[in-house]
């Protein structure tokens, strides 16, 4: 038989293990909803090491690139495109476009940011 107190406190320690676990699961959801990813991180970084080949905003006025490399705007344009297929290209990239090295949030950023220029639904 189990006393009184040894009852008690196994039932305190139950209380105390659920709230550890439901605190670690808000902390764990906190963090996926701080690596959403950031159109203007993504643009920050586009200007920064995609300009001398891409068109990276939606205006071109006065850019002198590649003919044979799409404008950011185009990219988002094309029809089925999607965050996951840029960021693929962008991880394995199509010659002339070089190996980048990027944290997989700056390429989520960056992809989102190039979404962002999307002009046909």
Not at 80 to 103: D, N, S
Request: proline share 7%.
């Amino acid at each position: 038989m189990h006393s009184s107190a040894q009852l008690k406190r196994t039932i305190a320690l139950s209380l105390i293990a659920g709230a550890s676990i439901a605190g670690l699961a808000l902390s764990a959801g906190s963090l996926r909803a701080q690596v959403h990813p950031d159109a203007k991180t993504g643009k920050q970084i586009a200007e920064k090491l995609c300009v001398g080949c891409h068109i990276v905003g939606a205006e071109a006025a006065g850019a002198a690139v590649p003919a044979d490399v799409p404008s950011f705007t185009t990219i988002a344009n094309k029809p089925g495109q999607t965050a996951q297929a840029i960021a693929g290209a962008i991880v394995i990239p199509h010659p002339p476009m070089p190996q980048i090295e990027l944290t997989r949030e700056e390429i989520g950023d960056v992809a989102e940011y190039i979404l962002t220029l999307r002009t046909t639904p």
